[in-house]
């Protein structure tokens, strides 16, 4: 598949010289995106219309809150499968992004009601009763199969419910928003699951920053705007954290007071027992351990770095924590780090941070964001090769 | 030196006819200790009487209060040395402990005054008016040269100070009592020092236990002998710990709430840089950890172990602290920590737990005492064998 992928990836063009035996193909499916598709209905079973592709999609589900760096989460996430990742050419609006191995489909695109109408059954998008599960259900069923679906669009500029979109499997599909774990239909077919815990301490220092300094938003207007989603945030987000086999938990700082979220607490939760991923370990497996590296072979910028691995119980299911305080001054730390952990899932000595590295000017590459993305990425690789006996060449990724 | 030692040793007595070629000398040598001596005046200068040995003694100084497990402690710094170790034979009251390669001297051999005299003159053993400094000196360093001595012995069962006894100078000699590091000249020719520091609330857990329960005193009676002796503890014994390369101390548990002092927190402290023995550290040297073993691959008996390690300043000195709290179950616990450790001194896979496991029964063996001691006893010959370019034979350790 990945050859149909490059070539109609604008960004990717240089490559697609090199498959031009595949050019009738790839051109009559650059013309059919690239033209106004006929609008469908919404609620039409789109899955009929799918054409089989023969590849049988790994499928990750990441529940993850908007606002919260999530776009810089699903490049992590994909980067490692190689391939450059743009969003998917289809000459409009859209929220799918795609490199040659992966495909990532916005879970906003099953909302049930455009803006206007979430306005007028006042009802917020963190509903349950605002996404179209058994679309959902039969579309992850259709593409995990390797069938190509229609999948509709939410436009998040206009708010408006656009035509849908053909997905064409690839090897990996991630289904990332607010719930791709709470309906369990759509759970059970999920190869892997990961949720972005974000607390709301860090959300609300993160969008004093955004909302307040760089779009003037009022204070009180941030608190009201983060109080008026909770509940329902409650009631159908946050307890997708017990179904996943990796949670993403990222609070503030211990090491120092940080009022302003400049110093995280970032915490990489496994649950224990998964067949397709090993946890991965700080020094002694199955131990309880904190640890400063900053110290006296590695000298560590204020307010240092401090690592703490157990195991624990985490909403009902007994799990390994790996934990990261603070934040990396530069290259040493990292590799230093990675030389203690086990079963990152790297394929060689050193590839954790190399891939930290690549990727240095993303959003949260010096804390543990972005050491357990990176991380997170290594692990759905695993899973991945595990589950489909396939290898992913390590040099590829970006 | 050995073959003289092991002559005069009736513990040994077996092992003397392999050395029959030496016969006149080795008897000559216990008729003189076997029958009673002169007396000569306690302040005459008894290294002019030295024979010439040519036994250049490795010098150790080891800071310990009585009453605290020093017999334990003095046994398994020199059982890693091989052969028994037994009271020298003199066929009367002595202090000196003997084996193959060591000799383990008391100071309060060096007292200047008797029982009598000591209350006499208002003073008690642990003030620095009590030792005969300049004496104590002079045979240091004629024991370091390889001289025997004519050392005085106090007589803890009399309270008088008896006739001298001969030291023979041995591969490893031990000066340990009160005051090891307290008096410049001494202290300077140490080659290694240790100060075993038990913690004022341990000292009364562990008093409370022998001479309430055990011997019928009263609390009051305990507490009063505590008091009386701190003034002189704390002003000439506690301050030597400055001093010490190695200090090993014994604080009450942070696992539970234990006032009868069964569980200990136990920690090794080394002075930075010495160059005659490595830091011994957990996992990553330099940094800062905190590890408890006891989990998913290894399950302890309550309130189970917990380790630290880190740098830190100790009285004025940077020093790297191994720290061991609660107390070991069984042999996979003691394995398994110690391969966690790295520069122990061991010369094997698995020495440490051999070596505590031969004194198994000895007090403290399941606890940070035993295991930081018999660590300890490792970094002895580990310095000893830096310092003279001799190997100890492993195997043979008793």
Redesign the interface.
Known sequence: MGYVRLAVLAAVAAHASAYSAVAPRSAMRRSRVATPVQRVPQTACTVLMATKTGVKAFVVGVAADSGCGKSTFMRRLTNIFGGKSALLDIGRETNTLVSDKTTVICLDDYHLYDRKGRSANKITALHKDCQKWDLMAEQVAAIKAGNSVMKPIYNHITGELDAPEEIVPTDIVIFEGLHPMLDDKVRSMLDLSIYLDISDEVKFAWKIQRDMQERGHSLESIKASIEGRKPDFDAFVAPQRANADIVIEVLPTQLVNDAEGKFLRVRFIQKAGLDLIKAPFL????????????????TCAYPGIKFRY??EMYMGSEVTVLEMDGRFDKLDELIYVES?LTNTGAKFYGELTQQILKNKDAVGSDNGTGFFQTLCSFKIREAYEKATGKTVDASAAA
Chains 1, 2 share one sequence.
């Open positions: 020094f002694d497996e199955g131990s309880t351990i904190e640890w400063t590296p900053c110290g006296k072979k590695l157990g195991t203690a």
